[in-house]
Structure formats: structure tokens, C-alpha cells
């Protein structure tokens, strides 16, 4: 967006401290001090530049959704210079009204202030410079700055507004807005201006004012912050309109994209966390008025101080604060975000009712409760020195969040989903050639904006996962790792730190002679990961060896420091021993070794549990064969190895499709899935084993009719049992796992089976009926009932109807994604383009980016959605493109196909210079989605055959 900067905007009403007597001389015809260079051509601040405070006043007029301010910034400046630099994007600056003082002296003399693009319109910086007349020496000085800006009403970033339908009690139903701010990575700047990156951190003092119109109840709105209100909020009249202030407290040292405020007219849960030496930190969690969701707020309570306890106890620091504060808001760009102090959610990552939530979305609150405070330690405590150890954020977090879910919730064995949940979904894209490093050199917001992806995630909890378990325990019994952890949060308190300063803590913690830093940057500083091939030498001794698993062509360019080895720590279980063995390392320097006395083992299971980040290759038909029995005879069958079953199925399931072994040999092993009865285990089976079957039989081909039933059948007749078993209603004694698994296999079986007359289906529809008529159904089930509500439809399209009018009636977010499944899986194109038209439309459930992802992969016809995204282009990228998450799924929607004419036509499109210069946030995912659509050209080529033949030789038709 093209930046404005528009002289002589000043300070609005409403805040009478806001006023300033300011004296300044301008001389807007100084050039570049030649001695000090042109600074604001590199994208990042000069190092010499360090941010102290911010003095930040900010006033809202609700009416219009804009609002005015002033910065005040103090600095400390280590290297003599002239030039200030500060970031600001899309903001009005009063520059003649600009301050530059010494601090608690003299006022300045400014020779020019400008926007970097006064320079050179190329600049893509976004720097607010100010030239002083004379030379700044090292010292501290003032900048004050007066600045205008608009509420985002089309983003969900920087300083924007969101909505609801307030429905009180069947009367009229009245949009209710509330701003709220996002910033991370870069959007600070388009708030207010600031040093934004993240080892600029400062202490804040912030006011904010807000002016209410006639109409609004000003009195039910609050103002939350960082910090604790220094007294209670100033209410008064100014003619017609309201205003409320609030002067909050000075805050800890924090880099600018944790800085949050949000105005709402929500009610808050209250509870307090008592330590045992008596303080105390006050807790809240704020949503929306009516009963539903004060209701759903108390969970979270309960969650928030089993996890602050636990993560008191393992980072051996206290929470900083004395008050944490979680607001659950009806639009929000992710899944939560960790200010400090507070935690700014969407409302199906924070609220969970317990009447009538699923296990799921149980588990989701929990998981993202406990991620955004582990990110108060490890984020906010301690922060990256910059984007490019993003990983030591986001990594962390999604990793040490099972230990806050283990705390609120001890019975669901929590970590026996790591394995399911985090390695296998990250070694996805990892396994490609358009990976990256885990730490990667990164430098414009764009592309900082990339790094939110599932490597710094998934990838990053898996690697602290693989560290925790080879660095194993010290003579205490304590885990070497959270040793570690706990020293490096020590040595780098509120301050910041870099890959390295981590590895050289856990050094301290590490076993003698275990050198972690030289492990560790073998799997941060490059992408992917390997497999380990176990063989026999001639004396039948287990051989391993280590190569990269890569699904694709590698790159021209693609190299490596480490030339794709990495420190592999390889354990085995077997028929001998259920005990883990030793670690036995390969190294990049040492990529094969020989295990002694193993020639009398029948069958081993390599990386035992599953805690390492690799993948195993059987290379000898006796250890496949024997361990596909071994799975038949139950010899894997103990709880203790629902991890390695899980673990198996997904190895030689992944290793078949780059040609390490077989299908064959990897449906096989599936064949004794109608006895598994753990949830991980039949999700992975089923997971395969649908991913092979359609991407090798299309079911629209008619010559292929008695192959997909084939297929079908297959799926059905594995789950049938578990179908019988569980039921459709929850039972006492239920375990944790238990409604996972009812929900998946109902859903399934009923899409599977393909027969409205089937019992089960015939059940799905009479509760689809009986929910419809608001009755009560197990919403753990609930999307079976629902999809099968859809699929199952009579010709006039009824049921697709009826839900459609629940989906624009519901205010519940968990349930309008589930509908919004269901409804798009429809093949009535005028449904779809209803669907489609209602995404738009302002009062539409949803944002609308998910109407045609969902219609992509639950309808499934490719052509149609394709198309649409080519055709709206302009309309998506201009929503979305300053937000990663988002533009990557939109990018991906094309990443279904799996023909050389879809691959030149999607190449084609994204090498537009029109879509380049749109694309934004998601040209990371481009490559990303043009390998994915490869791999299904080479896939379909190599192993159609295979997976047809397999199936039309193991399943009988009745």
C-alpha cells in the first residue's frame, strides 16, 4: 500500500494531558549528512539505535474507527550519528510537529524529517527518519512524535475492528464491534510508530482514550492492556459523545509485537492464582455477555492455573506480572497471540462449554491455552534476538504446551499424541524440496511473515522433543534438558538470545563428552530430515545407514553445510526386548555402523517410541515380513508401543512413495487394523491407507467402479468393529481417547460405505433430522451426523438447506466450521455459489478464505474452486496478503492436482507479474504447492499400478 504522509494532522480531544507546546525549526531542503551515510536503505536499524521507552497516548473515535496519538520515544544512542530511525507504516506524521530533545535537556534542532520513499520511492523499509541540525553524541535523547491512523475494518492486523450479531434473549439482532490490536511480526509500525523489531525492547506507559457516540452504553465497554490500570477508568460526557480513559502502569522490558490493547463491551471471569508463598496473580478471561459464553470462560480458568503452576515449577521463575488477562474475540487472524499480560484469542481457542463441547474442542483450549503461556517464559521472559530463530519462540512452545496439558489434565496421557500430532505433521513439508532450515536468514517483513509456518512449529517441538530424550537424566533423576532450559531462561532474562546461547546452556545441563551445539546445528541449519536404513551383513548383524528422505527433485541450488548428514541417535525395541536399547549415533562424519550381537533378533522396530526426528527403512524382507506378523500376532500390541505402531504404519507407508520399499509390503501391514483398537494408531492407518486409494483409483472413472468399491469396502471393514463397539453416545468410563476415535470412525465409515440403506447411515439421518429440529446430538459425532445429513441428501437439496440456515444462525465457531464442512462437500454447483455469495457478504459467519478452501477439499472438485481463486484474485489477495497463514492455504488450493497441464497452468498463473506483486505473505508457499502438484504427477506415474493391484487382489466384493 502506498504510504501518505499528510502534514498538519494533529492531536484529537479527549485526553487533556495529551497536549504539548512544541517549538521546532524545520528545514526541509537538508540533504543526507554525508559523513553518517543514508541509513535508511538497509532494511534493518542501525545496532547504534536502542529503544528505552515508550510514552504512548492514543485516542479512538469509535464513530469513524480512527483515531490519533503521540509517541513519545526515549532512545539511547551509542555511536555519534544525525539520523533517528523509526518504523512506521500507513500512518499520518505530523512532521513539523516532530520533537527531538536530549533527555530531560535542551530541544533539538531538526534539519529534515522524512519517509524513506521521499529518498527513493523503491524503499520498501518502512522508516520515519529525523535529521538533527547538529551531531547526536552517545547518550540518551527524546523523540516526540504526533501521528493519525485508521482502525483496520478489512484486516485482522495492527490496530482493528471485529464484530458479532448480538442476540439478546430473541429481540433484534445489532452488530457489536470491538478493536483489539495484533501486531506480531511487523504490525506494530502500522500503529504507531516505534522501533519495531524484536531486540528493541522497551518499557511502555500507555493511555488510551476512547470517544463514544450517542447510542453506545459506554459505561459496559473496558479497556485492557499489558499492564494493571494505574486507577479505576475516567468516565465522563463531552457534549453527546463518551469518553473512557485508562492510564495503565509501566510495563516490564517487551519488544513492540507483544504490545496489545483491546476495547470490548465483554464480561470478564475472574479467579486468582495463589502461590504458596502468598502472592498472587489476578486472572480473567473476558468474552462476550450472554450466559453461553460466560459459561465457557470458567474452563480456561481452570486450565490457566494447573498451567501457570507447572511452567512455575519448570522454568523455576516466577510469571512476572500480577495480573494475566484472556480475551476471547469473534475475529481474530490465528489461534491466539501472547501479549504479555494479555493473551488475545479466537473464541474457539479460549472457550469450551461443558454440556455441550466435543473432546476436540476440549483439547484445542487446553493446548492453546497452555502454548500462549509457555510463551510468557520462552518468547516474553526470553525473546529471540530476531525472526530468524523464530523457532526458539514458536518451537518451544508448541513443544513444552504438553507439559501444561499433562498439568490440567493428567488422564489424557497427553504425550502419547506427540508422536501422531507434531513429527509426522512437520516432516510433511520437511520432506520436500521447498523446505527450509529451521533457522533461516530472513530480513523484509514479507518474508519474516513466511517463517509462521509448520517447520518453526511442528518441526521446532519435535527437535526439543528429540533433545529432552538423548540428553537423558542426571544422577537426581531430573531431565538434563529442562536443566538446561532452566539455566538459559536464567542467563537471559528479559533479555534476548540467539540459537547458540540456547545450545551453549544446554551444554551445561548435557552427559560428559555430549557436545549439543554440534548436534543441534545439524538439524537447524538445514532443511529436512533423514532415514535410517536397517540391514543385515553377512553374519545377519543389524547395519544402519543414514541418507536424506526427500519427496521430489532436489533443487539446482539446494545445498547444505552439512551436505544433508545429520547426528542421528538410533534405538531399537524388539522381539527380544520391549526395553529401549542404547543410543548407537551416526554422524555426518560416521553415516553407517554395525550393531553387534543382533543376528538372533527376528524382528526390530527402529526409533523406539517414536522420540526421533527420522524415519526408519526396513532394507530386508525378513524384518518387513516379521513385523508385519509381529503386528497380526500382537507382539507390538502393549500400550507401551501404541507409539511404535503408529510410528511403523506412517514410516512404511511415507517410504514407499520415494521407492524405499513397497506398497505392497506397506498395505500389509494394515491388514490387522480391524484388531487395533488404539485412536493414534487407526487414525494413521486410516490416514494411509485413504491417501494411497484415492489418489490411485478416481472414483468419477466408471471403468474403475468395482475397484472403488473395492477400496471402500476396505475402509469400512476395518473400522466396522469399532464402529459396534463405541457406539454412537459416550459411555461412563470413556477414556480420554475414546471420543476421538468415535468421532473418526463414525465419520468415516459413513463416507465410506456409500449406502443410504446402511443401519449405521440410516442412524446418522435420523439424528441429522433430530438436530435440525434443535434437538440434542454428541458433538462428538456430531460431524458424521452432519456430513452424512449432506452426502446422503434427497434430490431437492433439503437437508443442505436447513443447515445452511443453522450455519447463519450459529454464534458458536467450532460449530460453523463443522457445518461449514459439511455444506461444502455438496455437489450442487447453485449451492456452492450460494455458499460463496454469503462469504461475502458483512454479516457472514466465518472469514471468507475458508468457503473456498473448505469447498476445495470437502467438495472436491477441483476444477470449480481453481477457477474461482483465479477469477477473485484480486478480491483474496487484497483481504489476505499481509497475513501468512492465510495466503497459504488459498495458494494450496491448487495443490490437488496431478497433471502435467495443471502444473504448467499453475506455474503459469503465479509467475503473473500482477499475482507476484499481490501475492504478499504467500510466495513461500508457491514452490511449496508446484512440488506438491509434482510428486502427485511422479506418484500417480510410479505406483498407481501397485496400490490398484493390491487392492483388487485383498478385497472380495460380496
Request: glycine share 6%; aromatic share 12%.
Amino acid at each position: 500500500m502506498q504510504r501518505r504522509v499528510k502534514i498538519g494532522v494533529g492531536v484529537g480531544v479527549g485526553v487533556a494531558v495529551l497536549v504539548a507546546v512544541v517549538v521546532v525549526i524545520v528545514v526541509s531542503t537538508s540533504s543526507s549528512s554525508p559523513e553518517f551515510g543514508e541509513p535508511w536503505k538497509e532494511v534493518r536499524l542501525p545496532k547504534s539505535i536502542r529503544a528505552d521507552h515508550y510514552k504512548l497516548d492514543l485516542n479512538i473515535t469509535w464513530k469513524d474507527m480512527t483515531y490519533t496519538g503521540i509517541q513519545e520515544i526515549t532512545l539511547n544512542m551509542t555511536e555519534v550519528t544525525r539520523y533517528i530511525l523509526i518504523h512506521t507504516r500507513d500512518l499520518n506524521i505530523s512532521k513539523e510537529k516532530t520533537v527531538l530533545s536530549e533527555n530531560g535537556g535542551e530541544v533539538l534542532e531538526i534539519a529534515d524529517s522524512f519517509m524513506d520513499t521521499d529518498k527513493d520511492a523503491e524503499l520498501k523499509n518502512e522508516f520515519y527518519i529525523v535529521e538533527s541540525k547538529k551531531d547526536l553524541e552517545q547518550g540518551q535523547y527524546k523523540v516526540r512524535i504526533h501521528f493519525s491512523g485508521k482502525v483496520n475494518e478489512n484486516k485482522l492486523t495492527g490496530i482493528y475492528q471485529s464484530k458479532y450479531i448480538s442476540d439478546d434473549q430473541g429481540q433484534a439482532k445489532e452488530p457489536v464491534k470491538q478493536v483489539s490490536t495484533d501486531f506480531e511480526p511487523v504490525d506494530a509500525r502500522s500503529a504507531f510508530p516505534c522501533l519495531d523489531e524484536p531486540d528493541q525492547k522497551g518499557r511502555w506507559t500507555t493511555t488510551i482514550s476512547v470517544r463514544f457516540p450517542k447510542g453506545i452504553l459506554a459505561n459496559d465497554y473496558n479497556i485492557i492492556s499489558n499492564m494493571k490500570p494505574k486507577e479505576k477508568a475516567d468516565r465522563r460526557l463531552d457534549g453527546t459523545d463518551s469518553i473512557v480513559t485508562v492510564a495503565f502502569e509501566e510495563s516490564l522490558p517487551m519488544s513492540t509485537y507483544l504490545v496489545c490493547f483491546a476495547v470490548s463491551n465483554f464480561l470478564a471471569k475472574k479467579e486468582t492464582y495463589t502461590r504458596d508463598d502468598g502472592s498472587k496473580v489476578e486472572l480473567a478471561v473476558y468474552a462476550r455477555r450472554e450466559k453461553k459464553f460466560q459459561e465457557s470462560a470458567v474452563y480456561a480458568l481452570n486450565v490457566t492455573k494447573a498451567v501457570l503452576k507447572k511452567y512455575e515449577e519448570f522454568y523455576k521463575v516466577h510469571y512476572p506480572i500480577d495480573k494475566l488477562d484472556q480475551i476471547a474475540l469473534p475475529e481474530f487472524n490465528s489461534g491466539a497471540m501472547e501479549n504479555w499480560g494479555i493473551v488475545t484469542y479466537r473464541e474457539s481457542s479460549l472457550l469450551f462449554h461443558p454440556e455441550t463441547g466435543s473432546q476436540d474442542e476440549k483439547q484445542r483450549v487446553c493446548a492453546v491455552i497452555a502454548h500462549e503461556l509457555a510463551h510468557q517464559w520462552f518468547g516474553n521472559i526470553v525473546t529471540m534476538a530476531w525472526w530468524n530463530d523464530l523457532w526458539l519462540n514458536e518451537g518451544f512452545a508448541s513443544f513444552v504446551e504438553y507439559f501444561g496439558m499433562d498439568a490440567a489434565e493428567p488422564s489424557w496421557k497427553i504425550m502419547d499424541l506427540f508422536y501422531a500430532d507434531e513429527i509426522t505433521t512437520a516432516m510433511v513439508p520437511d520432506s520436500a524440496p521447498s523446505s527450509h532450515p529451521i533457522s533461516v536468514d530472513v530480513e523484509r517483513p514479507e518474508d519474516i511473515s513466511g517463517l509462521f509456518d509448520t517447520i518453526s512449529y511442528r518441526k521446532g517441538s519435535s527437535i526439543n522433543y528429540m533433545m529432552e530424550n538423548f540428553m537423558g537424566k542426571n544422577k537426581d533423576g531430573e531431565k538434563n534438558f529442562n536443566e538446561g532450559i532452566k539455566m538459559y531462561i536464567d542467563d537471559y532474562v528479559y533479555n534476548n538470545a540467539e540459537m547458540i546461547d540456547l545450545f551453549d546452556s544446554l551444554n551445561k545441563a548435557a552427559p560428559d563428552g555430549m557436545n549439543v551445539t554440534e548436534i543441534m546445528l545439524t538439524w537447524t541449519k538445514q532443511m529436512g530430515f533423514p532415514y535410517v536404513t536397517v540391514s543385515r551383513d553377512k553374519d545377519n548383524n543389524l547395519v544402519i545407514k543414514q541418507d536424506r528422505f526427500l519427496r521430489g527433485e532436489k533443487k539446482d541450488d539446494d545445498k547444505s553445510p552439512y551436505d544433508y548428514k545429520w547426528h542421528i541417535p538410533f534405538t531399537y525395541i524388539s522381539n527380544a526386548s520391549n526395553t529401549t536399547s542404547k543410543i548407537y549415533w551416526l554422524s555426518p562424519y560416521n553415516d553407517s555402523l554395525t550393531i553387534p550381537d543382533t543376528s538372533n533378533l527376528k524382528w526390530v522396530k527402529g526409533n523406539a517410541h517414536g522420540y526421533y526426528y527420522y524415519i526408519t527403512h526396513y532394507d530386508d524382507d525378513g524384518l518387513v515380513k516379521n513385523l508385519a506378523t509381529a503386528l497380526k500376532d500382537g507382539e507390538l500390541n502393549d500400550d507401551d508401543n501404541t507409539v511404535d505402531r503408529c510410528n511403523l504404519i506412517h514410516d512404511v507407508f511415507n517410504l514407499a512413495a520415494i521407492g524405499k520399499g513397497s506398497y505392497t509390503d506397506a498395505l500389509n501391514m494394515t491388514t490387522y487394523a480391524t484388531e487395533e483398537k488404539q485412536y493414534i494408531v487407526m487414525d494413521r492407518i486410516m490416514t494411509e491407507v485413504a491417501k494411497v486409494g484415492l489418489a490411485a483409483i478416481d472414483e468419477n472413472n466408471a471403468t474403475l467402479a468395482d475397484l472403488t468399491k473395492k477400496y471402500r469396502k476396505y475402509m469400512t471393514d476395518m473400522i466396522k468393529g469399532r464402529v459396534m463397539d463405541l457406539g454412537w453416545d459416550g459411555k461412563d468410563g470413556d477414556t480420554f481417547m475414546d471420543p476421538k476415535m468415535r468421532g473418526r470412525v463414525y465419520r468415516t465409515y459413513c463416507l465410506y460405505i456409500n449406502d443410504s440403506t446402511d443401519t449405521v447411515v440410516t442412524e446418522a439421518l435420523k439424528r441429522f433430522d433430530i438436530f435440525i429440529n434443535n434437538g440434542t446430538i454428541d458433538k462428538n459425532v456430531m460431524s458424521a451426523i452432519v456430513r452424512s445429513g449432506i452426502k446422503y441428501d434427497d434430490e431437492n437439496g433439503s437437508n443442505w438447506e436447513s443447515l445452511f440456515e443453522k450455519l447463519k444462525t450459529s454464534d458458536w465457531e467450532a460449530d460453523q466450521r463443522e457445518f461449514l464442512r459439511a455444506l461444502s462437500m455438496t455437489k450442487n454447483v447453485t449451492q456452492r455459489k450460494k455458499l460463496l455469495h454469503y462469504s461475502k457478504e458483512d454479516d457472514a459467519v466465518l472469514d471468507p478464505w475458508r468457503y473456498i478452501y473448505y469447498i476445495n477439499y470437502y467438495g472436491k472438485d477441483y476444477n470449480f474452486t481453481w477457477n474461482l481463486l483465479k477469477n477473485d484474485w484480486e478480491y483474496y489477495s487484497g483481504k489476505y496478503n499481509g497475513t501468512s497463514f492465510t495466503m497459504g492455504y488459498l495458494i494450496e488450493i491448487p495443490d490437488v492436482f496431478d497433471t502435467e497441464d495443471r502444473y504448467t497452468e499453475v506455474e503459469t498463473f503465479f509467475k503473473r507479474a500482477d499475482i507476484v506483486s499481490t501475492i504478499g505473505t504467500g510466495a513461500k508457499t508457491v514452490p511449496e504447492t508446484l512440488a506438491s502438484i509434482r510428486n502427485k504427477i511422479e506418484w500417480k506415474k510410479k505406483h498407481t499400478t501397485s496400490v490398484r493391484q493390491w487392492f483388487d487382489e485383498h478385497v472380495t466384493l460380496d
